[in-house]
């Protein structure tokens, strides 16, 4: 393990028997059990079922279905409670609704996934909210039946035969034994196309209510902020440029996160301090 100062800043990768992180110092106990469970799950998703097709193209599933199983587990097992599930839930709401990226199809992330942010985050959120869909969309047409028996299915399959790895055809065939008419057309749209997954179609089991909140709008290209240091692309309607921020801007520190609740700060040559709410407006889930 390796500590380190930036808040935010945090990654892990688990090895045989073990597991390496980099963290940020003063993490909550609670982040340290998710990551742990994260990781950890990748022994079933990566480690004993492999997949298929290129990586990038199958993140919503090896990673979005990891964060989802990851606080599921983490849930039933008490290591979390209910509250802090739901918790976790709407911050992935919040996440994936808000996301700059949330329309982008899944060739995008095969393009983009090291090279954008937003882009790379965007299958864990994708993916977990498609968990959530299915896991309804399956009780739906059985109570007794969920996501689980799913992946149970999957795990079998893939170790019935060597060289069976996962697929979306896979995946959609064993679909087909919980939901008769299948899901070509759920993958084609919310994986593939890249269309927003509609939780009102499965909201039975699903206490959702709307509320309005900002979508996250730094104002300007993160990315050139990250690797170079300088304010590029500012939206001059944005609140970054309200602040006073301009094209060009030379940054010598920053204290962002994607979350429109917060403040973002940055901090140009000559300690110029610029401080606004990257935030529009919208109406999401929780």
Known sequence: ????????????????????????????????????????????????????????????????FTDYYSRVLAMRSGIISVNDFILECNQFFRNYYLSPVLNEPNTRIQTDFWKKHDVEKLPYYRGFMFAIYLNNFIKLNNKDNSLDNVMLDLFKATQATKDKKFSTALFKNIMKKYIPHGIDKEIADFIEKGKTIDLSNVTTNLPLQKINMGVFDLGFDLDTLVNEYVIKNIDIK???????????NKAIGWDITHNPDQIATIITANNNVFKYRPEQKKDIYQ
């Open 1 to 64: 393990m390796i500590e380190g100062d930036t808040p935010n800043s945090m990654g892990g990768t688990a090895l045989h028997n073990s597991f390496a992180f980099f963290l940020p110092s003063g993490m909550e106990p609670q982040n340290y059990y998710l990551m742990l469970a994260h990781e950890y799950f990748h022994s079933w998703l990566g480690g004993k079922i492999h997949r298929e097709e290129q990586e990038e193209l199958t993140k919503w599933f090896t990673e979005g």
């Open 238 to 248: 944005s609140n970054a440029y309200k602040a006073g921020l301009r094209e060009g």
